[in-house]
């Protein structure tokens, strides 16, 4: 059974680079998209970005211009980075395999989430 | 980009029936997907291709769709199933969308 886990600091420095590593584990990242989602407290989910094993990536277009996805397909984890943080980067970040089928994808599992806190 | 909207909120007693709509014009094409999100817990699938039910999911749980609109049944609602549900589609650029989410209150 596959699970995910993310890692990395709860905090960061307004204009830093926000970094986040899923690590999976019970299965391969080879065959599948890996995404990450993120939600403000008290508010609905973002999805952020998806990137396969050969690196190929797609993104928000709301937050393409600062966010880089990454897979580490030897360490199976996979990252992101999102640059220029301001405080409404503040957020549950979640990462979770995305599972599709003829037409459409869905995310299934995701990890526990992480909180990141954007703050000097 | 594109949205799905769905009702702020829903209130139920137990036993009766509890139904979320989600509406957008990417459903006509797309499948959509429901994720339950208990307080303080990740998200879980609880409803795929619009209709069908994952491994695990209890029987009360049901979708359909019809034209733009899509609708998440939980019928006997229980006290376990009050929760923020969430609907999710996808364009054809390999982009992804939620709905802004519905809390169900079971009374």
């Known amino acids: 059974q596959v699970q995910l886990q993310e890692s990395g600091p709860g905090l960061v420095k307004p204009s830093e680079t926000l970094s986040l590593t899923c690590i999976v584990s019970g299965g391969s990242l080879n065959n599948y998209y890996w995404s990450w989602i993120r939600q403000p407290a008290e508010r609905g989910l973002e999805w952020i970005g998806r990137?396969?094993?050969?690196?190929?990536?797609n993104y928000n277009p709301s937050l393409k211009s600062r966010v880089t996805l990454s897979v580490d397909t030897s360490n199976n984890q996979f990252s992101l980075k999102v640059r220029s943080v301001t405080a409404a980067d503040t957020a549950v970040y979640y990462c979770a395999r995305v599972y599709c089928s003829d037409i459409s994808c869905w995310f299934d599992p995701w990890g526990q989430g992480t909180l990141v806190t954007v703050s000097s | 980009s594109y949205e799905l909207t769905q009702p702020p909120s829903v209130s139920v007693s137990p036993g009766q029936t509890a139904r979320i709509t989600c509406s957008g014009d990417?459903?006509?094409?797309?499948?959509a997907y429901w994720y339950q999100q208990k307080s303080g817990q990740a998200p879980v699938l609880v409803i795929l291709n619009d209709s069908e039910r994952p491994s695990g999911i209890p029987e009360r749980f049901s979708g359909s769709s019809l034209g733009t609109t899509v609708t998440l049944t939980i019928s006997g609602v229980q006290a376990e199933d009050e929760a923020d549900y969430y609907c999710?589609?996808?364009?054809?650029?390999?982009?992804?969308?939620f709905g802004t989410g519905t809390k169900v209150t079971v009374l």
């Open positions: 990417a459903l006509l094409k797309q499948h």
């Open positions: 990137v396969y094993p050969s690196g190929s990536a």
């Open positions: 999710q589609s996808a364009d054809n650029r390999g982009t992804y969308v």
